[in-house]
């Protein structure tokens, strides 16, 4: 009977030590990609801003290409925010204004604002 009651004991601690090690590498894991995520967004958000100053710097001549910029980026930010507050969020998918499937929006290709003047998109 006191074999028994180590041999459950023993079974017990296995059990809840794997539960806290699975866990704990679900929760880094979770960690690390949201932080990665993080990180993608920080550069995109720095490139663009690098790209505006560069544009700034051609002048006039490069203020529609500043304005089409500008824009794009907004529509893209309200897109994901739609997804989000609709519940879908963009976890798994790619929306397809970055030429990818998103799965819950109707958009197929990159939209206009992207094309550069004179070019067929």
Do not use: F
Request: net charge positive; proline share 3%; hydrophobic share 45%.
């Amino acid at each position: 009977m006191a074999r028994s009651r180590d041999a459950v004991k023993l079974v017990m601690g296995l059990v809840a030590t794997m539960s806290a090690l699975v866990l704990g590498l679900l929760i880094s894991v979770t960690q690390t990609a949201y932080r990665t995520q993080s990180d993608e967004l920080a550069l995109l958000a720095a490139n663009i801003v690098a790209l505006d100053r560069v544009l700034l710097h051609y002048g006039p001549e490069a203020a529609p290409l500043r304005a089409m910029l500008r824009q794009g980026v907004a529509e893209e930010a309200l897109h994901v925010l739609e997804q989000r507050k609709a519940g879908g969020g963009t976890r798994g998918r790619r929306c397809s204004h970055s030429m990818r499937r998103c799965g819950s929006c109707s958009r197929t290709r990159m939209p206009n604002a992207w094309a550069l003047p004179g070019r067929s998109s």
